[in-house]
């Protein structure tokens, strides 16, 4: 199984879709979120997975452990 970080809709591709559902998500709405949603790989899906996601699709240098 490929793991994409950042697939949150699970489409093959990380953007801003992703970006909403997963604020949706986290905002307590009724969506479906995969695996992929956990940008820093600690087991729980929260805020710091979304600004990790909003700073990738910013283009920001991601560095490991941030």
Known sequence: TLILLGDVNGDGRV????LGQLQRYLNGWDVTVTVDADMNADGV?????????QRYLNGWNLEEGE
């Open 15 to 18: 953007n801003n879709r992703d």
């Open 45 to 53: 899906l929260n805020n710091r997975d979304l600004s990790r996601l």
